[in-house]
T-cell receptor
Framework: EPEVTQTPSHQVTQMGQEVILRCVPI?????FYWYRQILGQKVEFLVS????????KSEIFDDQFSVERPDGSNFTLKIRSTKLEDSAMYFC?????????????FGSGTRLTVV | AQRVTQPEKLLSVFKGAPVELKCNYS??????LFWYVQYSRQRLQLLLR??SRESIKGFTADLNKGETSFHLKKPFAQEEDSAMYYC?????????????FGKGTKLTVNP
């Protein structure tokens, strides 16, 4: 069964540093998403991406965040200047269609620890 | 505002017992409801969606619009059902496609 692959599985970074989280979505999927889960809290939507542009973003997704699909296969989330509160599990997901009813396929996540 | 509430953080049952994981939602319209499951150290997986009216691994969930609930049920729990279960909602208005998740319920099925 096709999978969404995320790398690295765990990243530790110093506050103020830039990080790039990488995702390889399923090859025939067109819609891409980032979600995050702070420890002990709910999974929260960050951003959706389609046709090389952001289609929706949450209030969490401020100017320090950006997404890119640089080469047609990878989908990246960049955090420009990390803060302690960015420590969380970050999940990438992809889907064939726009509606959530198509069913997202999630990656196994990247645990980001900001120290 | 869209909101999903899972009142139980932890739920523990014995193997063979019925299990019900509660989910209530708030949405001013007709939402789409989902259950996602996360087994230990694995990724979030779609378990079922209300529009399909399906039964997956013996689990069912009925959307009750009057009570704004989408409880997940299984008549006879198995040890392999132990996992985190997340109820999620997707709005059908305004073009939003995001999923709004509840905080999750950790189900433990004891032998």
């Amino acid at each position: 069964e096709p999978e969404v692959t995320q790398t690295p599985s765990h990243q530790v970074t110093q506050m103020g540093q830039e990080v790039i989280l990488r995702c390889v979505p399923i090859s025939n999927h067109l819609y891409f998403y980032w979600y995050r889960q702070i420890l002990g809290q709910k999974v929260e939507f960050l951003v959706s991406f389609y046709n090389n542009e952001i289609s929706e973003k949450s209030e969490i997704f401020d100017d320090q965040f950006s997404v890119e699909r640089p080469d047609g296969s990878n989908f990246t989330l960049k955090i420009r200047s990390t803060k302690l509160e960015d420590s969380a599990m970050y999940f990438c997901a992809s889907a064939r269609g726009r509606r959530a009813s198509y069913g997202y396929t999630f990656g196994s996540g990247t645990r980001l620890t900001v120290v | 505002a869209q909101r999903v509430t899972q009142p139980e953080k932890l739920l523990s049952v014995f193997k063979g017992a019925p299990v019900e994981l509660k989910c209530n939602y708030s949405y001013s319209g007709s939402p789409e409801l989902f259950w996602y499951v996360q087994y230990s150290r694995q990724r979030l997986q779609l378990l079922l969606r209300h529009i399909s009216r399906e039964s997956i691994k013996g689990f069912t969930a009925d959307l009750n619009k009057g009570e704004t609930s989408f409880h997940l049920k299984k008549p006879f729990a198995q040890e392999e059902d132990s996992a985190m279960y997340y109820c999620a909602l997707s709005g059908t208005q305004g073009g939003s496609e995001k999923l709004v998740f509840g905080k999750g319920t950790k189900l433990t099925v004891n032998p």
